[in-house]
């Protein structure tokens, strides 16, 4: 079993910025993020092969939003600019046991806590 800690987020301002981490305990293959907002169902973020070649993400988040990852570190990130208040969510970090990158929530083994980001004016 894979345990995912997530770490970052908060409060911040509309335009401003913000960076995740996700840090695994074992391997991982492709590796993802998700967020919830209230009274939502989960939406997929982005996602990024175990190689980090490879990654995409939605429209609404496209060109704002980037995905990395430091595999000898055990360790994902999620950057993000020029936010807005429709970016306010609880964002969680997922993890597949093998397969490519994926947008579908169900694919995913592993799930951290949650961590909330709000983005206020």
């Known amino acids: 079993q894979v345990q995912l800690v997530e770490s970052g987020g908060g409060l911040v301002q509309p335009g401003g910025s913000l960076r995740f981490s996700c840090a695994a305990s074992g391997r991982t293959f492709a590796m993802g993020w998700f967020r919830q907002a209230a009274g939502k169902e989960r939406e997929f973020v982005a996602t990024?092969?175990?190689?980090?070649?490879?990654?995409y993400y939605p429209d609404s988040v496209k060109g704002r939003f980037t995905i990395a990852r430091d595999n000898a570190k055990g360790t994902m990130y999620l950057y993000m600019n020029s936010l807005i208040p429709e970016d306010t969510a609880v964002y969680y970090c997922?993890?597949?046991?093998?397969?490519?990158?994926?947008?579908?929530?169900?694919?995913?083994?592993?799930w951290g806590q949650g961590t909330q980001v709000t983005v206020f004016s």
């Open positions: 997922a993890a597949r046991k093998t397969g490519a990158t994926s947008s579908d929530s169900g694919n995913y083994d592993y």
């Open positions: 990024i092969s175990y190689t980090g070649d490879s990654s």
